[in-house]
């Protein structure tokens, strides 16, 4: 079987400046004579595996471990420093809260700003406004311009359209978190749908129990390192046990099935 999703020894890292620089003038006189100073944080050192298609695949890990930014390599909006990332299939990101709108644009109009931006056409769009409409629960807002939107209304949105078009390869971002429970039901059930008709889901979030659920293999991401990787409920029964015993400890387990 082909895989959809390869990470081939993928690194990542940023360069972060030691001292605050406060004003864009003291950054350019500073960066002139080279006296700015940087400290290299490693996102990612090394890290390979695959997904095979159909597969729902749970992203775990602590705050700052590199799951969002394991989705924005997939997305192709990173790239890595070293090693390769091939993704095989038109990608479906529902990442950032926001991202791909523009917030002085109405709801209407932004729903075919960010279908073109997902590679939807106009008339695909125009087909399923109704659908988007009735899913997002903003009949009443959809011509309202999206500053006035809460964050919520902005998230719900933004799923509605991500899977209105049946898409190839799907990246959520702890989309479940937000909304009202009947909400995130309603998104799950889109969720499992989506998969069942055969999408790739990648799915990030802290909500082991959504993770145990919904997926059948599981990346645990830590301190830039692919901890484990492999059947769901060991990957988060080793993650959990780490928590338990120290969350400082350093782990070594890699599986995959």
Not at 85 to 90: A, P
Not at 115 to 122: M, Q
Not at 159 to 187: C, H, M, R, Y
Request: charged share 25%; proline share 4%.
């Amino acid at each position: 079987m082909q895989p959809k999703i390869v990470f081939q020894n993928v690194a990542v890292r940023y360069r972060l400046p030691k001292e605050r620089i406060r004003t864009v003038k003291e950054f350019a006189i500073k960066s002139l004579f080279h006296r700015i100073e940087y400290e290299e944080f490693w996102v990612f050192r090394d890290i390979s595996f695959h997904i095979n298609p159909g597969t729902m695949t749970g992203i775990i890990g602590r705050n700052g471990a590199g799951k969002s930014t394991l989705l924005k390599l997939v997305a192709g909006v990173m790239k890595p420093i070293r090693g390769q990332v091939v993704v095989e299939g038109q990608v479906t990101p529902l990442l950032e809260l926001g991202a791909g709108f523009d917030f002085e644009l109405t709801g209407l109009e932004n729903v075919f700003l960010f279908g073109s931006i997902l590679g939807f056409s106009r008339r695909q769009m125009k087909d399923k406004i109704p659908k988007i409409i009735e899913f997002s629960e903003l009949e009443d807002f959809i011509d309202s311009p999206l500053r006035t939107f809460s964050s919520g209304m902005v998230t719900r949105l933004g799923f509605a359209v991500a899977t209105a078009v049946a898409p190839d390869i799907l990246l959520l971002d702890e989309i479940l978190t937000v909304g009202d429970a009947a909400f995130q039901k309603k998104s799950l059930e889109v969720i499992q749908r989506l998969h069942r008709s055969g999408a790739t889901v990648l799915f990030v979030s802290h909500d082991l129990r959504q993770v145990r659920a919904l997926c059948e293999q599981t990346i645990w991401l830590e301190r830039g390192e692919l901890r484990a990787w492999g059947d769901t409920a060991a990957t988060i029964d080793h993650y959990e046990a780490a928590l338990t015993a120290d969350p400082a400890r350093s782990f070594h387990l890699k599986e995959h099935g």
